[in-house]
Structures are given as structure tokens and as C-alpha cells.
């Protein structure tokens, strides 16, 4: 069982930063061995996929916060990061931490394919 917290979100201007933050605990959890992601759901949305980290390092992005958004994990702390730049109103929502130690990288903005979900943190981007 893994257990996310996230932190971090907050209402911002357009062209604000936040940085998001989900801490991860439980018996067994080893960072290198899940997948973990940021999803965000908007009102009377899906979730959708903004940014994965995989078990290997690599990342993937949703084309519309590439440039913007980066996800970054700190192994020592068990924590997974998310940071915002030049935010628009377009990102308003709800953002999830989501891991999986078993996601394929053709799934990987899937959210089915994800176990272990965290309680969402509010992003407000106003124009």
C-alpha cells in the first residue's frame, strides 16, 4: 500500500509559478521501482496526463506544458515534484500525484493504469 500526499497548490495570476509537491510513503515503496505522475482534472473532466516520471528517469510531458511544467523526484525524501511556470488560465484544475510500479510507456498518461492516488491539490490560474 503507498499512500500520496500532495501539496503545493494555490491561486496564481497568468504568467505565475507554483511547485508542486507529493510525498510518498508505505510498506514496500521503493522510489526507482514506480512509475509516478501528475495528472490534473478540470470541471466535468477526465483526468489527463500533464507529466510522468518513469522508473528508468525518463519523462514525458503533455504537449501543452512542455517548456513549462517539470517533474523532478528527490529519491531521499520520497518526494515527486512538479514545478509551474508561465501558468495560464487553461491550467486551472485539480492535480493529482499517481504511481504505479507496473505502467507501460505506451500507457503512460493513462489513468486506469495507475494504483496509488493522492487527494489532488487545487491550481487557480486567473487571466
Known amino acids: 500500500q503507498v499512500t500520496l500526499v500532495e501539496s503545493g497548490g494555490g491561486s496564481v495570476q497568468s504568467g505565475g509559478s507554483l511547485r508542486l509537491s507529493c510525498v510518498a510513503s508505505?510498506?514496500?515503496?521503493?522510489?526507482?521501482?514506480?512509475?509516478m505522475g501528475w495528472f490534473r482534472q478540470k470541471p466535468g473532466k477526465d483526468h489527463e496526463g500533464v507529466a510522468v516520471?518513469?522508473?528508468?528517469?525518463?519523462?514525458t510531458y503533455l504537449d501543452s506544458v512542455k517548456g513549462r511544467f517539470t517533474i523532478s523526484k528527490d529519491n531521499a525524501k520520497n518526494t515527486l515534484y512538479l514545478q509551474l511556470n508561465s501558468l495560464n488560465p487553461d491550467d486551472t484544475g485539480v492535480y493529482y500525484c499517481?504511481?504505479?510500479?507496473?505502467?507501460?510507456?505506451?500507457?503512460?498518461?493513462?489513468?486506469?493504469?495507475?494504483?496509488?492516488w493522492g487527494q489532488g491539490t487545487q491550481v487557480t490560474v486567473s487571466s
Open positions: 499517481a504511481a504505479d510500479r507496473l505502467v507501460t510507456a505506451s500507457t503512460l498518461f493513462r489513468d486506469r493504469d495507475y494504483l496509488y
Open positions: 516520471l518513469d522508473s528508468d528517469g525518463s519523462t
Open positions: 508505505g510498506y514496500g515503496y521503493t522510489p526507482n521501482k514506480y512509475c
